[in-house]
């Protein structure tokens, strides 16, 4: 029997790893901050208030891949943004069973939630560039889709009942 493999993403400050750790603590599935899966050089570019490009992310998106693969048909949940179609498919490509989760959410909303993180690699400054590159998932993706706006308790149920 197959469990859920899901990649829960979305643009920074839109609450992925809160989520992500949620949906699988719900699901008893394991958890991977896709945060941690950057190599060293992306996490320096992006603390510089440099955007990454396809190029910088591609290690990232193949290191992402390779945990989903490494779950296969066992499930687990991975915080990973995948904006773009072309990250996406790539993480499908791992394992037919991946699934997207998105978490909707309005700029203003999402900066204001990464000014809030004074730890964290990521500047609030870098929000606004994650919303150009931003490729809703299309109808072919079954995509779960989920407001930012919502408690966590309320997505993992929107989660929950879309499985």
């Not at 773009?84 to 790539?90: I, S, T």
């Not at 069973?97 to 939630?113: E, F, K, N, S």
């Not at 990464?114 to 730890?119: E, L």
């Not at 929000?127 to 997505?155: C, H, K, M, Y």
Request: some cysteine; hydrophobic content about 50%.
């Amino acid at each position: 029997m197959h469990r859920p493999l899901l990649v829960i993403g979305g643009v920074a400050g839109c609450g992925k790893t809160t989520l992500a750790a949620a949906v699988a603590d719900a699901l008893t599935l394991p958890f991977r901050d896709g945060d941690d899966l950057h190599p060293p050089a992306n996490k320096a570019r992006m603390a510089a208030g440099q955007p990454l490009g396809d190029d910088d992310r591609a290690p990232w998106l193949d290191a992402c891949a390779a945990q989903l693969a490494a779950w296969g048909d066992g499930g687990g949940v991975i915080s990973a943004s995948a904006l773009k179609r072309a990250y996406r498919d790539r993480l499908y490509a791992a394992h037919a069973g991946v699934r997207y989760v998105l978490i909707a959410i309005t700029p203003a909303l999402a900066t204001a939630r990464a000014a809030a993180r004074p730890d964290h690699f990521w500047p609030a400054a870098l929000t606004i560039s994650q919303f150009a590159i931003l490729e809703p998932p299309t109808p072919d993706e079954a995509a779960i889709v989920v407001a930012g706006e919502w408690p966590t308790a309320a997505q993992v149920a929107a989660v929950q009942a879309a499985l």
